[in-house]
């Protein structure tokens, strides 16, 4: 068992260091080519040292923005992804929903769930989830409620399902 995982550590070893040294090589040559080619303009007089020189470094400079950009253009591609996932399926409950002729059919639905200034604190804490949030959301209408860990996603789920009531503010769902 161990000879198979120290063998697959060194296939996946040569495998990153060919990848880095290639990486490194095109780099290397990209470099020498932007050299060679701004000597070749300079010594013909096209243009100055200086102006090489400083096209040179912007080469460069970019070269290595690019790179370090590399690993959010990744996290932007998942994004996109997530969210085209999460529209199909938005899209595909809505149409399904219109699509039955089976059940009950219930009368229009009316009212809105309103939040206006509220304000939230667990009594088990002493730090403020929300405050001074604001928002309104009408009978049939599709909302998401989004953000990171600890912003109180799940709290305003909580309080719309009344398991809690607001600390301060108005929290009021018409009918």
Known sequence: ????????????????????????????????????????????????G????????NAIFSGFALGQAA??????????????????????VAASSKQSDAGIVLPKVTGKIEFSEVSFTYPSRSNMVFESLSFSVGAGKTF?????????????????ERFYDPTSGIFTTNK
């Open 1 to 48: 068992m161990s000879s198979s995982i120290d063998q697959l550590g060194k296939k996946g070893g040569f495998v990153k260091g060919v990848g880095v040294g290639l990486t490194y090589g095109v780099l290397f040559c990209a470099w020498a080519l932007l050299l060679w080619y701004s000597g070749v303009l300079v010594r013909h007089h096209i243009t100055s």
């Open 144 to 160: 998401a409620v989004v953000g990171p860990s600890g912003s109180g996603k799940s709290t305003i789920i909580s309080m719309v």
């Open 71 to 92: 690993p959010n253009l990744a996290a932007l591609a998942k994004g996109r992804a997530a969210a085209g996932s999460i529209i199909s399926m938005i899209e595909k």
């Open 50 to 57: 200086a102006k090489a020189f400083v096209t040179i470094i």
